[in-house]
């Protein structure tokens, strides 16, 4: 799938374009509450195109993800800042 790469002569370039690549990959196809963000403009830095298939969570459902996912903020990231500002506020 990344045959596009052997055309680069740096391994460690290599390697790390890989990484990236596979991370995301990863962020495209998530799906339900995983998906945090819709990123058609990540998406299409990979050389593969291909239309995503999401499935999108029902309101109620979605907003209490919303909420368990800020709660996991508040336990593993306890000493973040706050960001008190809108969304595209």
Known sequence: MDD????????ALIAE???LRAGI???RDTSGHD??????????????KTEPSIAVPPW???????????????????????HDKEFNG
């Open 35 to 48: 998906l945090c963000w819709h990123h058609p403009d990540l998406w299409d830095l990979l050389p593969e």
């Open 60 to 82: 109620p459902k979605f907003m209490r993800g919303c909420i368990q996912y800020r709660q996991s903020l508040d336990r593993q990231a306890p000493g973040a800042p706050i």
């Open 4 to 11: 596009d790469l052997q055309t680069l002569d740096r391994e």
């Open 25 to 27: 990959r990863a962020h």
């Open 17 to 19: 374009v890989k990484k």
